[in-house]
C-alpha cells in the first residue's frame, strides 16, 4: 500500500502530458493567427495579409481576460501555439501558450492560480450534439472541419494574439 502511494505521489508530480510537437511552419502556414473575441472570429495571417477566417466560440464567461482557473473566460493577450493533441476530447486541439509570465504574476498578485490548457480545439468526441454560442471553459472552440484545416496549415511556435 505504501508503494502504491509512493507511485501515486511521483506520478501526480510529474507533468501533464503533452499531446505531439506541431510540424515546422510550412510554406503555405500562416505566421500569426488572430482572435477577435468581441466579433467571434480566429483570423490566419500571412505576412500581413488575411488567409483564411473562421467562427468560434468562447468561454461561458467571454468578457474580459482570462484571471483565474476556473472562471471561463477565455484569455486575452500574446502567445503561442506550441503543441498538439490528435486525442483531445474534443476532436483535435492545438495549445496556447497561456499562461505567461504576465498572467502568473497577475495571478500570484491575487493569490489565484491562473489556469491554464487553454486550446483551440474542434467539436466533443465524447457527443453526437453538436454545440453552437460560447459554451467553453476558456477555450477557443471551432467546427471540426474548421479544425482540420488549421490542423494542417499552423505550425510550432505560431504567434496568436487574442483581442478583446
Not at 505531439?20 to 503555405?28: A, I, N, R, S, W
Amino acid at each position: 500500500m505504501i508503494a502504491v502511494a509512493i507511485l501515486a505521489a511521483i506520478l501526480s508530480s510529474l507533468p501533464a502530458a503533452r499531446g505531439e510537437p506541431l510540424p515546422p511552419p510550412g510554406p503555405d502556414s500562416p505566421d500569426l493567427v488572430v482572435v477577435i473575441k468581441s466579433e467571434r472570429r480566429l483570423y490566419l495571417y500571412q505576412d500581413g495579409w488575411p488567409t483564411h477566417s473562421y467562427p468560434i466560440a468562447l468561454g461561458l464567461n467571454p468578457s474580459g481576460h482570462k484571471l483565474e482557473e476556473g472562471d471561463q473566460r477565455t484569455p486575452e493577450g500574446s502567445y503561442v501555439i506550441d503543441w498538439r493533441n490528435p486525442d483531445s476530447r474534443f476532436y483535435r486541439s492545438l495549445h496556447i501558450s497561456y499562461p505567461n509570465d504576465r498572467d502568473r504574476a497577475r495571478a500570484a498578485a491575487g493569490n489565484r492560480d491562473p489556469g491554464g490548457m487553454i486550446m483551440i480545439h474542434g467539436q466533443p468526441s465524447y457527443s453526437s450534439r453538436k454545440r453552437s454560442g460560447d459554451w467553453t471553459d476558456g477555450c477557443i472552440a471551432v467546427s471540426d472541419d474548421a479544425m482540420d484545416e488549421l490542423w494542417s496549415l499552423i505550425g510550432q511556435d505560431t504567434r496568436i494574439h487574442i483581442y478583446p
